[in-house]
């Protein structure tokens, strides 16, 4: 019933902003830690940023200072804004949350060319 989806990936070129969404139902996104993943081809699944039911958020180094995490109470709709992308930004990018198990949506696939 847990369902997790996925938007607004694409092609970009470096230095360009990307809006990604992931819109929830069966789940209320404000009562849990929200994250978003990233995989490239051929590496793991790496966590790039969470929010906290209190609003408090967490970025991985390389993301840090160029992309904001955030969700809509009222939407029940998490974002990721990607500016100032790179090429090591390409991969998936997967929404994830735990409630007694690992919820994960379908993924998005964000390219950024040179």
């Known amino acids: 019933q847990v369902q997790l989806v996925e938007s607004g990936g694409g092609s970009v070129q470096a230095g360009g902003s990307l809006r990604l969404s992931c819109a929830g139902s069966?789940?209320?996104?404000?009562?849990?830690?929200m994250d978003w993943y990233r995989q490239a081809p051929g590496k793991q699944r790496d966590l790039v940023a969470y929010?906290?039911?209190?609003?408090?958020?967490w970025y991985t180094a390389s993301v840090r200072g160029r992309f904001t995490i955030s969700r809509d109470n009222a939407a029940n709709t998490l974002y990721l804004q990607m500016n100032s992308t790179k090429p090591e930004d390409t991969a998936v990018y997967y929404c994830?949350?735990?409630?007694?198990?690992?919820?994960w949506g379908q993924g998005t696939k964000v390219t950024v060319s040179s």
């Open positions: 994830h949350t735990f409630d007694n198990y690992d919820y």
């Open positions: 069966g789940i209320i996104f404000s009562f849990n830690a």
């Open positions: 929010i906290m039911p209190d609003d408090r958020t």
